[in-house]
């Protein structure tokens, strides 16, 4: 899977306890580590479950990201060529310390509230903070406006 090393990030996923800290101040980096939450590629995995399957190794600008990981989520075939949907980040020892979207669509926001409720996660895209443990906030992040 390749990411633009413009795109890397755009979409964060964060622990909840930055909720306020991105609120006040839009641009600001997470200040608690999404590493507190001790998540696991094992637990992601089970979390996502037969919604999602995992991609090869992640590109960033032309190199290969180590400990990079990526899933595809919501596809029914596994050789679509997009980069809709697709969870990826980076992992170390099997835990999990960056977590990202590329772009979603309305089919993800069921497993977004699934990783919202489980691992008590936030989506940051710069210009919006997305509480994942509410259904509706992320129904309304994900459905286009005209």
């Not at 990411?3 to 930055?18: A, I, K, T």
């Not at 069921?110 to 895209?125: A, E, Y």
């Given at each position: ?21 991105q609120v006040r101040s839009i641009t600001a980096a997470p200040t608690i580590p999404l590493a507190i ?110």
């Open positions: 899977m390749f990411v633009h090393e413009d795109d890397w990030g755009r979409h964060s996923l964060e622990v909840r306890e930055n909720i306020g800290a939450r001790k998540l696991t590629l094992v637990s992601l995995r089970e979390v996502l479950g037969s919604s999602a399957y995992e991609l090869g190794g992640v590109r960033c600008g032309g190199d290969v990201v180590t400990n990079g990981f990526a899933f595809a989520c919501g596809r029914l075939e596994r050789n679509v060529d997009d980069d809709w949907n697709v969870l990826y980040g980076i992992a170390k020892d099997d835990h999990v310390l960056q977590l990202h979207l590329t772009f979603g669509t309305p089919a993800l926001a069921h497993l977004l509230h699934q990783l919202g409720t489980t691992f008590g996660l936030i989506l940051f895209s710069g210009r919006d903070v997305v509480d994942l443990a509410v259904r509706l906030a992320i129904d309304h992040y994900l459905t286009p406006t005209n």
